[in-house]
């Protein structure tokens, strides 16, 4: 069974500083590597990747993938106490599962 | 507003009452997925559609755990003989390409 393992579980950082959080995976039949963001509620889409070496980005995020090496990173510049958040990594195997990671707790200090 | 809901948001039960979840997804998805999420954890998945059919249902599903989804439209979840460790908010999400959730119903058990 296919397993994501996230890195930090929990992260502490002050406004204006850049985070990193780490997504790594096992494949089989492969399709996609998603990132959510959580706050109070249900996890809201915030990036998918299907190619290696291909950075997505949006406004202070980004994120990029390995198909090699099976992790995913994902940037965060410039953090915003708006960011504290869940940060959840999810491996799409051909549509028939999502499997989750554990996700990563951002906690942004003003 | 992701464009999928969920019925009700909050649900609280006796143990061993039987409840129904309803989900209604993205009208163009013909994927739809149900999740159980506890609190620090990510989602965790239960079952899978493709259209009506049930293509993947996890191992963590007792026999209690029902889902249908009948014209593959909207989809419900029945837990019979409901127990407190069934407490959880319960997700739903749809796809075509990328996965979008619904706000979740959280469902207590006393």
């Known amino acids: 069974e296919d397993k994501v393992v996230q890195s930090p579980l929990s992260l502490v950082v002050h406004e204006g500083d850049t985070v990193t959080l780490n997504c790594s995976y096992e494949?089989?039949?492969?399709?996609?590597l998603l990132w959510y963001k959580q706050e109070k509620k249900a996890p809201t889409f915030l990036f998918m990747l299907?190619?290696?070496?291909i950075e997505k980005k949006s406004g202070r995020l980004s994120s990029i993938l390995d198909k090699k090496e099976l992790f995913s990173i994902l940037n965060i510049t410039a953090t915003q106490t708006g960011d504290s958040a869940v940060y959840l990594c999810?491996?799409?195997?051909?549509?028939?599962?999502?499997?989750f990671g554990p996700g990563t707790r951002l906690s942004v200090l003003p | 507003d992701t464009g999928v809901s969920q019925d009700p948001r909050h649900k609280i039960t006796k143990r061993g009452q039987n409840v129904t979840f309803r989900c209604d997804p993205i009208?163009?998805?013909?994927?739809l997925y149900w999740y159980r999420q506890t609190l620090g954890q990510g989602p965790e998945f239960l079952t899978y559609?493709?259209?009506?059919?049930?293509?993947?249902k996890s191992r963590l599903l007792s026999d209690r755990f029902s889902a249908e989804r009948p014209k593959g439209s909207f989809s419900t979840l029945e837990i019979q003989r409901t127990e407190q460790g069934d407490s959880a908010m319960y997700l739903c999400?749809?796809?075509?390409?990328?996965?979008?959730f619904g706000p979740g119903t959280r469902l207590t058990v006393l």
């Open positions: 494949v089989t039949n492969f399709r996609s």
């Open positions: 559609f493709q259209n009506e059919a049930q293509l993947e």
């Open positions: 999810a491996e799409d195997n051909y549509g028939q599962n999502f499997v």
């Open positions: 009208s163009e998805h013909n994927r």
């Open positions: 999400a749809s796809s075509k390409n990328e996965q979008f």
């Open positions: 299907t190619s290696s070496g």
